[in-house]
């Protein structure tokens, strides 16, 4: 599996891309040498018999048919492995001299040449051999073959071609191994940044892109990287100050003007003077509440994995949180059903995982209505642990269920009830901290009040998962050691 997607990498796509404009090159130089190369062998072979030929035409100018044959007959005693070729015979081919005794059959060029095998059939005592000649008519209706062994010639030839097949298939090979090195080399260093690149979006800032020291392209990447993230935790540090800044600004000051209003609250006699101004406590509260989840929900983003995280039981925290709701349902007269699996084991914050379950039950039991139905389960599904509300109320329309965790976001119909639009998002924000995933459906597909089941699916805690937490833990150190990035401060 894992030599597939090295396979599937650009940088092996790219290597194989090189490899066959290289094969390519190489094949068109090797096929030009061999042109050239059997083509000047073959050439040469060709002007030794013209130069015979040209020799024996002019014996047979000086001397006539008996020069022409003693000539000949000369030539081939001076020969005896016969690596020259004659015959000569009258028009109905009777032999007068040469060392083979029949007219060989071949294809024959308008030219006059031939190539042909030496065997029986020409009367060749010796074994198979491949030869060329030319063929022409001497005046007087005679006619003579010239030609060579080229049996050397043609060996040869195969030697030449079975080199260049091999030198093309190593080469092939050479290069396909190039490439699948170059590739894992490269591979590995954009995996490197891919597996550093997302445990700092987990919450693990103070990590930084290691480097080689080569100052080469991946180096500079990771330097260009760490010092972006080096400006993100810069001006994340400022927004935190900036948040500090403003929970002491203001937060103070609203806290005494709403215990101002309620102190006089108990000083005022006018009942409509005590409406009027325990309305203003109320907006008081509403405006610390938001501004306090404002907070939170901004330190949550990030601290990211800073949370505390420990062992925790998710049935035994969410019956203590139904515990706490279970009245308030009853109070508007709401089938509260629970479906607690026992031992389902989670790692993360109590006191975050807390909040976000409440969260979800008080909203599920502000936006159901009276005698309603609010369901809460917690069940193990493989490796992870499934947390679930559902209810019977007003629903999310499908088009805005991916927009309800957005900070002040509210669905049409909830705005006519109490709230900030902030429940959401610091579960969101929970959820993110923990790995998980929210997942946002109908309760009652198709029916006019769909209500809404909201899913938090969690990583389960197993032995194997804090084994593999304590080995991540020990490479993050020793991440850390290697890179020169400054340490993530947590916010005040």
């Known amino acids: 599996m894992k030599l597939l997607s090295q396979l599937r990498t650009s940088t092996f796509q790219l290597a194989l891309l090189y490899m066959v404009v290289f094969a390519t090159s190489v094949f068109l130089l090797l096929a030009f040498i061999y042109w050239r190369t059997a083509g000047f062998m073959t050439a040469q072979t060709d002007q030794t018999i013209e130069a015979e030929i040209a020799g024996l035409a002019e014996q047979y100018r000086g001397r006539g048919v008996n020069g022409l044959i003693t000539i000949i007959r000369e030539r081939v005693a001076r020969d005896p492995n016969a690596k020259s070729i004659y015959l000569l015979t009258t028009d109905d081919f009777l032999k007068l001299a040469g060392n083979i005794e029949a007219w060989p059959e071949g294809s024959r060029s308008e030219s006059g040449w031939i190539n042909f095998t030496l065997n029986e059939s020409v009367g060749w005592n010796g074994p198979e051999r491949l030869a060329r000649a030319r063929i022409f008519e001497v005046q007087g209706g005679l006619r003579l073959l010239v030609g060579r062994d080229v049996d050397e010639l043609t060996n040869l030839k195969r030697v030449i071609e079975t080199a260049i097949n091999w030198g093309m298939g190593i080469t092939l090979a050479l290069a396909l191994l190039g490439g699948f090195l170059m590739s894992r080399s490269t591979t590995r260093r954009i995996e490197v940044i891919n597996n550093t690149s997302r445990r700092i979006m987990n919450g693990h800032l103070s990590l930084r892109i290691p480097t080689r020291g080569t100052d080469d392209d991946f180096d500079q990447l990771a330097e260009n990287l760490n010092q972006m993230l080096d400006r993100i935790v810069y001006l994340m540090e400022g927004i935190r100050h900036v948040s500090d800044s403003i929970a002491h600004d203001l937060r103070t000051p609203l806290t005494r003007l709403r215990n101002q209003l309620e102190n006089t609250l108990i000083m005022v006699d006018d009942d409509e003077a005590r409406e009027h101004v325990g309305q203003a406590v109320a907006e008081a509260d509403q405006l610390l509440a938001t501004f306090n989840a404002l907070l939170r929900i901004a330190r949550l983003e990030t601290r990211g994995n800073a949370a505390d995280m420990k062992e925790v039981s998710l ?168 890179t020169k990035a400054p340490a993530e401060t947590s916010g005040h």
């Open 315 to 482: 049935d035994e925290l969410v019956s203590d949180a139904c515990e706490l709701y279970e009245a308030l349902a009853e109070d508007k007269e709401q089938a509260f059903e629970q479906s607690l699996a026992k031992g389902v084991m989670i790692e993360g914050d109590r006191d975050l995982l807390f909040q976000m379950i409440s969260n979800l039950i008080d909203n599920a039991i502000k936006y159901t209505p009276e005698k309603g139905r609010i369901g809460i389960v917690v069940r193990r599904q493989g490796n992870e642990a499934i947390f679930e509300v559902q209810d019977s109320g007003i629903g999310i329309p499908d088009d805005e269920k991916d927009q309800v965790f957005q900070r002040f976001y509210r669905v049409g119909k909830s705005r006519s009830l109490p709230g900030n639009g902030l429940g959401l998002s610091l579960v969101s924000a929970v959820a993110e901290i923990h790995q998980g995933r929210i997942v946002l459906s109908d309760t009652y597909p198709g029916e006019e009040s769909p209500g809404l089941t909201v899913t938090v699916h969690m990583p389960a805690f197993t032995g194997a998962r804090k084994r593999i937490k304590a080995t991540q833990a020990e490479s993050s150190e020793a991440a850390g050691a290697d």
